[in-house]
């Protein structure tokens, strides 16, 4: 996937505030402001990953649960979406469901590997 562009400058400035916030520390603020960058561009997917990861550090591990099914739910092909959902099942002892991620993850990462792939001339 490519990063997404927002479609507000609005929805920009909030996620690069939440950045910035959770690159200080302060993983609940982070959380808030991707949360509103969401509601300005629910399309905008680099603030859906990042407050998956703002809720994960600030350990609202079913909130970010929620939060990854969301972002798959617009991309399922998302190899990070899924990645970041094994991670937290992981954290929440769900191991089956982690495994389970962790392999779509990897077999997403391959198909777009072949995907991607040059033809071979010949």
């Known amino acids: 996937m490519s990063?997404?562009?927002?479609?507000?400058?609005?929805?920009?400035?909030?996620?690069?505030?939440?950045?910035d916030r959770l690159a200080t520390g302060d993983a609940k603020a982070a959380a808030s402001d991707f949360r509103e960058?969401?509601?300005?561009?629910?399309?905008?997917l680099d603030a859906r990953h990042g407050l998956i990861r703002a809720?994960?550090?600030?350990?609202?591990?079913?909130?970010?649960?929620?939060?990854?099914h969301e972002l798959i739910a617009l991309d399922p092909e998302d190899v990070l979406a899924?990645?970041?959902?094994?991670?937290?099942?992981?954290r929440k002892g769900m191991v089956p469901e982690a495994e389970a991620e962790a392999l779509k993850a990897k077999l997403l990462g391959w198909k777009l590997e072949l995907r991607n792939a040059p033809v071979p001339a010949e």
């Open 37 to 44: 960058s969401i509601a300005l561009d629910p399309a905008f």
């Open 82 to 90: 899924h990645t970041s959902l094994s991670i937290l099942y992981q």
């Open 55 to 68: 809720l994960q550090d600030a350990s609202e591990f079913d909130q970010a649960i929620v939060a990854a």
């Open 3 to 19: 990063p997404s562009l927002p479609q507000s400058p609005q929805a920009a400035d909030l996620y690069y505030q939440a950045l």
